[in-house]
């Protein structure tokens, strides 16, 4: 599996833009209105373009996010060339998906399930 990015929520997107650009890393989008998740959302590369990150900021109290404290949320994979995945995860026995297929806007309409692995570690898989 591919790794797509490390999600991590923030309190201030604006704020944490400028501290990760101080550690090397640029914007690859603009900032995003995930209304379904009901997230505002921003992917950064690094400066050599080998790692993304995903900041997260809440937009309320019916955010997907809105209890999560700031730092590490979840990593995300690219399974998008393995047919049938979710039913292979699940044979594998290392955790839970907890979510129906949602469509990302944020990437393109393409669809997303997240999942909590047995040790409490939230995952997210692009599924096509």
């Known amino acids: 599996m591919k ?28 900032i995003m209105i995930d209304d379904v998740q009901h997230i505002r959302i921003i992917f950064l590369r690094s400066s050599d373009d080998t790692q993304t990150i995903e900041l997260i900021e809440s937009l309320g109290s019916i955010s997907t996010v809105h209890n999560f404290r700031a730092g590490y949320h979840h990593i995300c994979y690219d399974v998008s060339d ?8 699940k044979k594998m026995k290392i955790g839970k998906i907890f979510t129906m297929p949602i469509v990302s806007p944020k990437m393109g309409n393409r669809q997303t399930v997240f999942a909590c692995l047995n040790n409490g570690l939230f995952v997210e898989f692009f599924i096509n």
Do not use: Q, W
């Open 3 to 30: 790794i797509h990015h490390i999600g991590i929520i923030v309190d201030d997107i604006e704020k944490n833009i400028e501290i990760y650009r101080c550690l090397g890393y640029k914007p690859a989008t603009e």
């Open 82 to 89: 393995m047919p049938d995945f979710i039913s292979r995860f």
